[in-house]
């Protein structure tokens, strides 16, 4: 800020200074605690991270298919005429 009275330039100091335009930040500090200066990414690739759901709904899919394949199956087993008698009521025939 320029004082126009005094003609001078005023500063005051920051409480955070603030890098320089073009100012390059390094990556890897010198003598530092090596968890402060580490270059690899946290992150997982977004590409990657779609596949991996899209293989576990696949997978939730198919767990949940057998589950009721088996209790269709279980709904529709007899062992004897009784057990028949049984389950062909809960099976609805028509006529052609």
Known sequence: MFDTKSVKIVTAPLKFPRLVTGATIPSQMPNCASYMSSSTFNRENPLIKKMKLEQQYIEEALQESVIEKKNYDESREFKNLEEFNQRIS??????F
């Not at 809960?90 to 006529?95: A, G």
């Open 90 to 95: 809960l099976v609805n025939l028509t006529n």
